[in-house]
Every structure is written in C-alpha cells, then in structure tokens.
C-alpha cells in the first residue's frame, strides 16, 4: 500500500534495498548526498552525481534522463550516514532546455522495493523560479530508516544547493556535474514518446529489469545504470522484464535503410519501452453523481498490475472508511458521557424534569452523531460495492474466485501473474462486502492452515474430524490454483501425509497426476520428502552464493516447489521437526515454500521449540475468522477461504489442464 505524501510528511521504511524512480517531463539531472547527523555533509565524497555515480549502498545516473532509478543499499550505508539526500535539477546546457521547473510538469518521485512495489510516492508541487530541488530525503531515526517529502527548490541551482548542504567546494562541484551532464547530453532519455497501436510494446510485467550480470536482457540504450536483483527465485524463469517481449522472436527489427539514408545503428532489443497503455475510459456520470466504477482504472503496465493496484485500493478504502466511521462513533460516545456526567454533577438538575431534559437532548445528540456516521459510512459502502461488482468479473483466474466464469475458460498461462487470490477479507460494519485477499508471487511466507478450534466458534460448531476435513480442502484448493496460475512445468507439489488421513481430500491432486509424486506415507516418506527438498535448499543456495545458478546439477527440478504437510506433528522426529523448521526459514528465498495443515495444540509437546516455525507462517483458517490484523489502522480482518462451490467440477476440470499441460512440457 503506497502512502502519498505530501510536503514534510514522513513514512517508515521496513525494507533496506529500495528503488527510487523519478519521472518528469524533460531531461533531469538525479544527484544524491549523504549527511550526518548534523544534516551537513562531510565532502565532494559523500556526493553522487553523474560524474561519480556510485558511492557505498547508493548508485545514480551517469546522465540526465527524464526517468531514472536510483538505487539504495540501506544497510550498505556507513555508520556516520545518517541522512540521504536525493536532488534534481535541470541541466545547464548553453541555454538549452527549460531554465526552472516553474515551466514543466511537476516531477514526480517514488520509493519503491526491488519487485516494483510503491512505498512511498511524492509529487513536487509549488515549484517556480529553482532549477534545482531537494525531493526527497531517507533518514535515520533510532535505528530505523524513513523517508520524508522535502520539495526544497533553489533559484541559484547545484551551487546554493551544495552550500546550503556545508559543502566548501559547492560552485566547483556543480561545475563538474554540469560538464559530465553535457558530454552525455546528447545521449539524454527524453520523455517515452506516444507510439501508434502498430508499433506500441506494452510492459509485461511491474518487476524491475535484470541487468546482464543477473540473467537478464541488457539495459535499454540510455538507462541510469544497473539495477538490484529482484528477491525471486535466482534459477528459474522470470517471465517478461519491463520493456521487453515475452518472446525474443517478437522483437521488430530494424528497417533496410534507403539508398543514400541515414543508417539506424540502434539495436532493436534497446528500444525505450513504450509507456503504458491508458486506462478503460469511465463513463460520464449524472450531475450530482460519483462516476460509475470501471475495472482496471488504477495506475499499471498491465491489465493483472492495474486490477491488483485497484482491488488493494478497494481494501485502503474500506479500512479507510470504516476507521472514519469508529472514530465518529468512540467520539459520540465519549461526548455523550461527559454531558451526562455534567448532567449528574449539578444537585440542582438531578431531580426534576431538567435533569431527565439535560439526558434526553445528551442521547439525541448521540443518535445524530452515530447516524451521520452511519450514514457516510453507508454511502462509501454503496461506492465500493457498485465497484466490486464491476471488477470480480474482470478478475484473471489468479485473481478471480472458483465460481467466477473465467475459470470456464481457463488456459495454461504463458507467464506467472503478480499475485495469488488466498481467500476474502471483510468487516463487521460491512460483512456482504468482500475484499479478494491477494499475495504477491512467488511467496515470501510459508502458509499454515489452522486445524484447530477458532476462539469464534461454538464447541459445539464443529468436531475435531470435520476441521480437519475443511482444513484440507483448503489447502488443496490453494495448491490447486498455484499449478493452475504458474506456467507448465514451473511449479511442483510434494504432500506429506503420515497417517494417509487426508486421502479423500486429496483426491483432485492425486487422480488427476499434478503431484510430482504419491502422498508420503509414515516416518519413511516424512524423512525421504524432507531430506530430498533440504538437499535441493542447499544446492541452490551454494550455487547462488557461488555465482553458479545456471550449473545446478541435472536432477535438480527448478521449478517452484510446494510442500504439504498434513497432520503435523505425526510421523515426525526430532530430525524431522529441524529439516522442516530449515524448510520455513531459508526455503522461500530459493524457491521452496511451506504449507502446514496443523493444530498448535497437537504439536505443544515439543515445546517453545516450533513457536519460532508458527511465526513465520501465515495463519489461515478454514472457517471465516477475525485472526488477520491489518499494521495500517489495526482492524481485525476476517479471513473466508477460496473454496471451491459444492458440487463445481471447475477444479477437475483445471487440474486436468494442468496434468496434459505438464504432461507435454516433458
């Protein structure tokens, strides 16, 4: 969730390698300082312009473009760095180009991590006569990072900037940066220009593109520089970068020059990518009526980044509107008990008919305060509503629930979406309203399927059998749309299931030929799943670590691996119980993920030893709960599984796909 900030608001920052992407209307120049604790900077050293464009933990653009990332190594920054600032200005180039950015487009500037994903995002607005501006700052505050929205502009450019920043050498360094800007200038990225439909390439993806050294495509003709590795898998396929075809047999090639023309010495593989196409058109409203919701008119490059910015916007909206409408009723409630209190505190209105007024007019106003509340609560509602309505039907499979029709006509996909549907969200003021719960791929936390009794529900609500059961049919239901949502042959499923008691339950995987292998049975086939996916964890991490991705031994599957464990804590030992809690901690990172279908309770004798396994987990349940807590505006989410409706055959049907899909990748 991306928090737009405004001038002097600040944000926190819970990642340490981060994006910083500015985008303007022309040719910028992207600067940065480190400061110390006293705001100033210690000298041209601490500076990293085009002319030195790197310094530790913090790498800039070698020129001016009109977009550019900037990259930042937080824990790479030195101890006395307390303070990174990030400056543009406009190039000083002879007199060409804009002179202040009174006269373009307001920059914009986003922090963002590694996988694209906005944290913070701020527009430079009220700028005039400067040529040159302080947009953002990160900072440290008691051991923490934040970032805050400066817009600080200077009319005297670099040179005013520097030496408001304690620089001694500050003319002489803007000097310097505006001759490197001006041997490259010629080369500068302007603006990506409206291309017509024939020749428009649209991003794929919303993922950062790999430089050479990280397997991917070199960088576009003009780019600031390499970028950070994504935390994705390292060996397998990474799907179409920003910029780039899925297929390199689409790239267009240049056109034979004419007789006596000018010869195109660009290579086609570094065109500029295209920007984005524009949003679906909304619909004129009535006067005196909110715009009708149209599906996909969040910002993206895609259609699947623009439906996944749009349904978490519904989610902020929710929290948003239902915070608003606790904080009316709490004050309500609080003024109507100071008024009563005033009410009881004079002898003289205790008695009588006064008193008995003074109370009636105390709940009156209460009742208006709550129904006022009520009321705009209801009017965001009936906004949202009317917007879920129009984008659950424009969900893709990833997205979408079992019952939507698009899984009617469901094909493998060529490439692995942004996210994964898990299940429903909603609130007490609101429980017809459902929010799609989507995670980001690949997954970053293992998912733990809780088995054990709600505190919600009634002990008489469900027996102990019948958890079980529904606990397994939503972990089926989830590995199932995770083969359904991967490409052929990039994502495998182990099951563990010692005591064989989730046989019916498995069914789907197990008749339709999706598992890499039968359910494992008893200590054996606990500790044979478990030693094979331990060992493929460390042959993938030694190679990574050893800049030998690509060498992995023959037998190695690299695709994304799934493993099931029903019925923990049964079969498993001591050795067993450390090769799984190995698996929750370091398997996400190399492409090997956890999904536990367990009871806390059952596995409490082997102590404080699994709270740190429990943790790491993402807790679900199989019966709608209020267990998940939001860290915006701490409302109890209730969490509603994706299950598949009783009695559909859509999960047959695409677990069916899937096999003859992987089937014939072998």
């Known amino acids: 969730m991306t928090a737009e900030l405004v001038r002097g608001q600040n944000h926190p920052l819970s990642q340490s390698r981060l994006e910083i992407r500015v985008a303007a209307g022309t040719p910028v120049v992207a600067s940065a300082t480190l400061s110390d604790e006293n705001g100033k900077a210690r000298g041209v050293e601490w500076v990293a312009h085009p002319g030195a464009p790197t310094l530790p933990g913090l790498e800039v653009s070698k020129q001016a473009a009109a977009d550019h990332r900037l990259a930042v190594d937080l824990d790479a920054m030195p101890e006395a760095v307390h303070r990174v600032n990030v400056l543009l200005a406009l190039p000083a180039a002879g007199g060409q180009g804009p002179v202040r950015f009174g006269t373009v487009a307001a920059p914009f500037v986003a922090v963002t991590g590694l996988d694209g994903t906005e944290v913070a995002s701020y527009t430079i607005t009220g700028l005039d006569a400067e040529c040159a501006v302080v947009a953002l700052e990160l900072y440290r505050r008691q051991g923490a990072w934040k970032v805050r929205a400066v817009g600080q502009g200077y009319a005297g450019g670099l040179a005013e900037l520097f030496a408001d920043q304690g620089l001694t050498e500050a003319h002489r360094l803007a000097g310097t940066i505006n001759d490197a800007v001006a041997q490259g200038l010629a080369r500068s990225v302007p603006a990506p220009p409206q291309r017509t439909a024939e020749g428009d390439r649209t991003r794929q993806a919303a993922a950062p593109a790999h430089g050479p050294d990280q397997g991917g495509p070199a960088a576009p003709q003009g780019a600031p520089g390499p970028v950070p590795p994504q935390p994705t898998s390292p060996y397998g396929p990474q799907g179409a970068q920003p910029g780039y075809p899925a297929d390199p047999s689409t790239v267009t090639q240049p056109s034979s020059p004419t007789a006596g023309g000018p010869v195109d010495h660009s290579h086609p593989g570094r ?7 524009p949003p679906p058109t909304v619909p004129p409203a009535a006067p005196g009526q909110p715009a009708p919701p149209v599906a996909g008119d969040a910002t993206g490059w895609s259609m699947d980044e623009r439906l996944y910015n749009q349904v978490w916007g519904m989610f902020e909206d929710l929290a948003r509107a239902t ?50 509340a009520r009321a705009a609560l209801d009017r965001d509602l009936a906004q949202l509503a009317a917007e879920a309505e129009v984008v659950e039907p424009a969900l893709p499979p990833a997205y979408a629930r079992w019952d939507n029709p698009v899984w009617h006509g469901y094909r493998m996909p060529m490439e692995i979406p942004m996210a994964v549907r898990l299940g429903d969200l909603s609130l007490p003021e609101s429980e017809l309203l459902r929010i799609p719960m989507l995670v980001r791929l690949p997954l970053e936390r293992g998912l733990w399927i809780d088995s054990g009794r709600p505190a919600s529900l009634d002990d008489s609500s469900a027996s102990a059998d019948e958890l079980g059961r529904l606990a397994m049919d939503t972990a089926v239901a989830l590995a199932a749309r995770l083969l359904a949502v991967y490409p052929a042959g990039e994502f495998t499923v182990h099951v563990i299931d010692p005591a064989g008691s989730a046989a019916q339950a498995l069914a789907p995987l197990v008749h339709s030929g999706v ?41 190695v599957d690299t695709a994304e691996q799934l493993l099931i464990v029903n019925d923990f804590p049964h079969g498993f030992d001591d050795r067993a119980v450390t090769q799984l809690r190995y698996l929750a901690d370091e398997g996400p990172a190399v492409g090997v993920h956890l999904m536990m279908v367990a009871d806390r309770e059952e596995a409490a004798g082997y102590g404080p030893l699994l709270d740190p396994l429990w943790r790491s987990l993402l807790r679900l349940t199989p019966l709608p709960d209020d267990h998940l807590a939001d860290p915006w505006v701490g409302h109890a989410w209730t969490y509603e599984p994706a299950l598949v409706p009783p009695g559909s055959q859509v999960l047959q049907q695409v677990l069916t796909q899937v096999a003859t899909a992987r089937t014939k990748y072998r």
């Not at 065109?271 to 196409?277: G, N, S, W």
């Not at 049975?521 to 493929?536: F, P």
């Not at 993938?540 to 060498?551: E, K, P, T």
């Open 323 to 372: 915070a608003a409408y606790r904080s009316a009723v709490d004050f309500a409630d609080s003024r109507m008990e100071k008024e009563l209190d005033q009410a009881l505190s004079d002898p003289r209105s205790r008695i009588g008919g006064q008193g008995e007024a003074a109370r009636e007019a105390a709940r009156a106003k209460h009742a208006l305060l709550v129904d006022q």
């Open 271 to 277: 065109q500029a990518a295209a920007p984005p196409p």
């Open 515 to 555: 598992l890499a292998a039968t359910p494992a049975l008893g200590a054996a086939g606990v500790a044979d799943v478990l030693t094979r996916l331990t060992q493929r964890v460390d042959l993938v991490q030694m190679a990574v670590r050893g800049g030998a991705a690509d060498s992995l031994p023959p037998g």
